[in-house]
């Protein structure tokens, strides 16, 4: 991978862009909606395969949003026509808490309605106490 790099930085950008091209279609749209003037990109690698916590720089490689949206085939438009008929849903939606899920293996959004409370994660003991807090009677 590392020869690769040096003598096929344009293959090595394209494998990525094939295994991962919602990664760097986000990174993307991030910079642009952030009015960006260059993203750049890092090639890593682990100093040894068995150490995630060290890392060596490969290289680096700097674009222009507009110009790297391009390269990756980013279709601007179509990216706020999707988001504007995700929130269109939302909006005839009742109000309450939900949860917006993409389908790893097929290009689905699922919206789940989760309910009052139905994401909270606390641990607390206080809580699994029934009917504390609940009446209005007063202390």
């Not at 986000?26 to 995630?52: C, E, F, M, N």
């Not at 309910?115 to 607390?124: A, N, Q, S």
Request: charged content about 30%; proline content about 4%; overall charge negative.
């Amino acid at each position: 991978w590392r020869q690769k790099l040096e003598s096929q930085r344009g293959a090595v950008l394209a494998t990525e862009l094939k295994n991962n091209s919602y990664k760097l279609a986000k990174w993307t749209l991030s910079a642009l909606l952030a009015g960006a003037d260059l993203i750049k990109l890092g090639y890593i690698s682990r100093v040894h395969p068995r150490q995630a916590e060290r890392h060596h720089v490969l290289g680096t490689q700097t674009y222009k949003p507009k110009e790297f949206a391009t390269q990756v085939n980013l279709n601007v438009p179509n990216a706020w026509a999707i988001l504007k008929a995700v929130l269109d849903m939302c909006m005839k939606l009742d109000e309450g808490l939900y949860l917006l899920l993409k389908d790893p293996n097929k290009p689905l959004l699922r919206l789940y309605d989760v309910g009052e409370g139905g994401l909270d994660d606390d641990d607390d003991d206080d809580d699994d106490f029934a009917g504390e807090g609940d009446d209005d009677d007063g202390p």
